[in-house]
């Protein structure tokens, strides 16, 4: 079991041995966001930005437009949303090299209630120009997928989970970027998912295969740009296409697949993820249960769709 | 590069802010009008810029946060050579690089996209930062419309280049007295006069931990002090307060919110013009004569 954060501390440390130009800035979150292993370690790389999250990517911007390679470590609902017109309009618009490490996504947040969790920030982000939204799966991943990032110019999301969870990416995985990810062959249905809800989605698959349903599972990291090929291909070679994610059901991943499949491959499909709600707060099993993301929601919607058919 | 000499190019922008903005059938000039002197004095002799190599990391930068005012940056960085001054006469127009509001992807010269208010002083903050990381001496240069101060971002940024003691970052306060459309006075709507969009600056932004310099924005001389003593300012950053006048030069437009954004007609663009090359008139008889 690993965080997805505690890798991001260190592997912010890292690609600031790695490369001079890294930077980031904290909005005061440093401890949550596991940003403080950057503040021991090297403190001339880490900026204190306080308490205010739109000069947060202002100062970002400019920080960029000189040539250096900044960070900005918040949470996903404060970037998403609060900064919305800054990123747009400094960051987005411009091109500029500027990394949203969006943490605490999703509805697992440990106790917040609704105010600090984003059920929508895949939406709103994957609808800017320019923007490149990424979600990993588990701790090595987001590591993998932080240095592959280091190597892109221009700005990027990336959707970072709070919780340890079990890891399915193998150590020395490479990420690319754009590239989705055939973590199970099936032929009956195409499982395809992002970000955390993979793991429940494989444990779902076992669950399905026992139950004779073959399924694929494809593993989407990169929600844009999206790896088309690979959603058209997983929509041929099984019948139906069951997306699932940690977020709404308008415009994140099953949106994004949506759009595709009805162009490019018109198939039978069905979304999973949060149906116009917000969360609230609780033990991430309850959570997981009431939002209907768990491994047995997954399996009855994979059902329902299959027996539809 | 003399003060006469500075104060005329002021004028000269305005010229082509007024052909520019006639030639596209609407922009902004009351804010330009109140910017242009200073925008020639940082241009022409206290910006350490390159026209020729735009792109040059040690270079001043310049943000012009109230970006709605870009037809003027435009203006004087075509006078300074950065692109063809005829250019002018594609503002605004479909496949411009000359945007309604400065788009620093297109433009060589531009430092920052702005135009959404109050965004501007934070990317300053970043480009000092990031010249003190980079142990690079240039200058960052922020001008900021008294309007846009109502914004909560700008006082973010405020409080944290005081507390990062950046010292390398000027913020210019183009200190106008009017807005787009603006607060009642005691006679409510009525009228063209409004009440200002900020009252006690100088006492704000010393609150905030700045080193304030008050100036009167179109003196060149005076502005070009009030530059050189925030460069000589050591230990904090600097808020140039320049006392100007929305739509100065002319007469119809002077201290009247409603040429903040407005088409301008042949005869007005006539009378403008004519009221400028009055102005200029003595002053180019000086400049010859030396």
């Not at chain 1, 970002?60 to 309009?89: C, E, H, N, Y």
């Not at chain 1, 992002?194 to 599972?217: F, H, K």
């Not at chain 1, 844009?224 to 940690?246: G, H």
């Not at chain 2, 102005?279 to 180019?284: I, L, S, T, V």
Request: hydrophobic share 40%; charged share 25%.
């Amino acid at each position: 079991m690993l965080a997805q954060r505690d890798s991001f501390g260190e592997t912010i440390v890292d690609l600031c041995d790695l490369d001079p130009r890294v930077v980031l800035l904290d909005g005061d979150l440093a401890n949550s966001t596991k940003s403080d292993k950057l503040a021991s370690a090297r403190p001339d790389r880490f900026f204190m930005m306080g308490i205010a999250e739109q000069n947060l990517v202002g100062v970002a911007a400019g920080m960029a437009s000189v040539g250096l390679k900044p960070w900005v470590a918040s949470f996903a609902a404060f970037i998403a949303t609060r900064d919305l017109d800054q990123i747009r309009v400094v960051v987005a618009q411009p091109k500029l090299n500027v990394r949203f490490a969006a943490h605490y996504s999703g509805i697992l947040t440990g106790y917040t209630g609704r105010t600090h969790q984003v059920v929508n920030d895949i939406a709103i982000m994957r609808s800017l120009p320019n923007m490149v939204v990424v979600a990993p799966c588990d701790a090595v991943e987001a590591r993998a997928a932080m240095f592959a990032l280091n190597d892109y110019e221009g700005p990027v999301y990336l959707r970072l989970t709070r919780d340890p969870a079990g890891v399915v990416t193998a150590a020395d995985h490479r990420f690319e970027l754009g590239h989705a990810l055939l973590l199970r062959e099936g032929s009956d249905i195409g499982l395809i998912s992002t970000g955390g809800q993979t793991l429940r989605v494989l444990d779902a698959a076992e669950t399905l295969e026992r139950d004779n349903i073959s399924a694929m599972v494809l593993h989407v990291p990169t929600i844009k740009p999206l790896d088309v090929d690979a959603v058209v291909a997983a929509a041929a070679a099984t019948r139906c296409i069951l997306t699932c994610e940690e977020h709404s059901v308008f415009g994140g991943l099953g949106g994004a697949v949506a759009e595709v499949l009805c162009e490019r491959q018109p198939t039978r499909m069905q979304r999973l993820g949060l149906r116009d709600v917000d969360g609230e707060s609780g033990p991430n099993d309850a959570l997981i249960e009431k939002y209907g993301l768990s491994s047995a929601h997954v399996v009855k919607a994979a059902k329902e769709l299959w027996s539809s058919l | 590069m003399t003060v006469d000499e500075l104060q005329r190019l002021g004028n000269d922008i305005r010229r082509h802010v007024l052909r520019a903005v006639h030639h596209a059938g609407a922009g902004h000039i009351g804010g330009v009008f109140s910017a242009a002197d200073m925008l020639a004095a940082l241009y022409f002799s206290e910006l350490r810029i390159d026209p020729q190599r735009p792109h040059l990391e040690s270079r001043d930068r310049f943000i012009l946060s109230k970006g709605h005012c870009g037809i003027g940056l435009y203006a004087v960085l075509a006078m300074r050579g950065y692109f063809p001054v005829d250019e002018l006469f594609t503002f605004d127009a479909i496949d411009s690089r000359l945007q309604g509001h400065p788009d620093m992807t297109k433009l060589p010269g531009l430092d920052m996209s702005t135009g959404s208010l109050g965004q501007g002083l934070s990317p300053g903050v970043g480009m000092a930062l990031g010249a003190r990381f980079l142990h690079s001496d240039f200058q960052t240069w922020v001008m900021i419309g008294d309007g846009e101060t109502q914004e909560g971002q700008i006082w973010e940024a405020a409080f944290t280049a005081a507390r990062y003691q950046l010292a390398n970052l000027t913020a210019i306060l183009d200190w106008n007295h009017l807005q787009q459309f603006g607060w009642p006075t005691s006679q409510g709507y009525a009228g063209v006069a409004r009440r200002d969009p900020t009252e006690s600056p100088a006492q704000k932004w010393r609150a905030f931990g700045w080193n304030v310099i008050e100036c009167d924005g179109h003196d060149v001389a005076d502005f070009r002090r009030a530059c050189d003593r925030a460069r000589r300012t050591l230990d904090r950053p600097t808020l140039i307060l320049a006392r100007t006048i929305k739509g100065k030069g002319i007469s119809f437009m002077e201290n009247d919110y409603t040429w903040h954004s407005r088409p301008i007609s042949d005869e007005d663009l006539a009378a403008a013009l004519g009221e400028l090359d009055r102005a200029d008139e003595p002053q180019r008889t000086r400049v010859e004569r030396s």
